[in-house]
């Protein structure tokens, strides 16, 4: 990683990927005197003109290729001047009183990652947390991810009451995720061999066995859009999720339980 002189407090990094419309609410939702870095990942719509012309204060990163989310955040990082990193979906949005407290959390972010209440366009729940992943971990989030995402609003309510303190967590979403650059530097920043999907949990636990401890504060919220990148190829984020699930449990649980994985997706017809 490389060394900045006379760094500022915050830089916001944001990957986007054919979502001008949301990238363009995100951006608003900022103060122009942030240092904030887009990397376009060569998206066809009018993503890249749209920062150009609206948003000139803004370091644009125009990549001729779709990077994928950790190449493209740690290339960002690398040219971004911040201790404090503050990683953003483009389909996430700040209010003022988040963008005052996430410029107070860098004062205070001694080894520590933090991440943030996430909720719908509707204030509605969104998970965005969980805890170290095994077999009934794993099973049990994939579990109440589908309730939710079929309108489970009652559901949402519940977790949203039972984790309504700042909670230690095993990994927060990189969907809104507040690092000091020490800690990031320290592990060498996002795995760049997941492409797309698991790789905030990987980092995430990977700053908890350097001793980064992970806090989810839901004192704080942001809208989340959830999973519009995802949406304009829907074919290609599916065969990343599952090449990054076989490789997440390959890395954090060994071979033979990529390989279950890997049994497990073949036996439901899913091929990359």
Not at 50 to 77: C, Q, R, T
Not at 102 to 128: E, M, N, P, W
Not at 208 to 220: K, M, N, T, V
Request: with cysteine; aromatic share 10%.
């Amino acid at each position: 990683m490389d060394n900045h002189n006379n760094p500022t407090p915050l830089s916001i990094v944001i990957v986007n990927y054919n979502v001008a419309h949301y990238l363009e609410r995100c951006l608003k939702s900022l103060d122009p005197s942030m240092d904030v870095w887009v990397v376009d990942n060569a998206s066809k719509d009018e993503s890249v003109a749209k920062v150009k012309k609206d948003f000139p204060w803004v370091n644009l990163i125009e990549s001729k290729e779709n990077l994928g989310f950790s190449k493209a955040i740690n290339l960002a990082v690398k040219k971004s001047k911040g201790e404090a990193l503050l990683l953003l979906n483009p389909d996430t949005e700040l209010t003022p009183h988040s963008r005052q407290r996430i410029l107070k959390y860098c004062t205070s972010l001694h080894a520590k990652a933090i991440g943030f209440r996430q909720v719908d366009k509707h204030g509605r729940f969104q998970l965005s947390f969980g805890f170290r992943p095994n077999v009934t971990n794993e099973l049990l989030r994939r579990a109440v991810q589908r309730r939710l995402d079929r309108k489970g609003h009652l559901l949402g309510v519940i977790i949203d009451r039972v984790f309504s303190r700042k909670t230690s967590v095993s990994w927060v979403a990189g969907s809104s995720l507040l690092v000091g650059r020490d800690a990031f530097e320290k592990i060498d920043g996002f795995d760049e061999n997941f492409f797309l999907f698991f790789e905030d949990i990987d980092f995430c636990l990977r700053l908890a066995q350097s001793g980064i401890g992970i806090l989810y504060d839901p004192s704080l919220t942001l809208i989340h859009h959830r999973g519009e990148s995802s949406k304009t190829n829907a074919q290609e984020a599916e065969q990343a999720y599952r090449r990054s699930q076989r490789y997440f449990w390959q890395r954090h649980h060994g071979v033979l339980a990529s390989s279950m994985v890997g049994f497990y997706q073949r036996m439901r017809g899913i091929h990359d």
